[in-house]
């Protein structure tokens, strides 16, 4: 049996709602709530993506812009990444 680390009460690994704290559980903290896997694709995947393109596709430059949104986008998937290995986890 699991626990909520903020109330430590006993949740079931079903849960994604304390049921005693309403602690939520998630990929992601997002305007003050837990976000499931779509949000963590659409902002890990697709807000990089939309930074990056413009520059591919219109600019053709390589210039610092370019290197500040690529590193930009490549922080994004990182983290993205780094939730997926970790895990939903619980958010309050
Ligand atoms: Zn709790």
């Not at 990089?48 to 390589?62: H, K, N, S």
Request: a positive charge.
């Amino acid at each position: 049996m699991a626990h909520c680390p903020y109330c430590l009460s006993p949740v079931s690994k079903k849960d994604v709602v304390c049921p005693a704290c309403g602690a939520e559980k998630g990929y992601l903290y997002f305007n003050r709530r837990s976000r499931g896997l779509v949000f963590l694709f659409a902002f890990g995947l697709l807000i990089p993506l939309a930074v990056v393109l413009p520059f591919l596709f219109y600019f053709q430059g390589m210039g610092l812009p370019f290197w500040l949104a690529a590193t930009v986008a490549l922080g994004l998937a990182i983290f993205t990444i780094q939730r997926l290995v970790v895990g939903p986890t619980w958010y309050r």
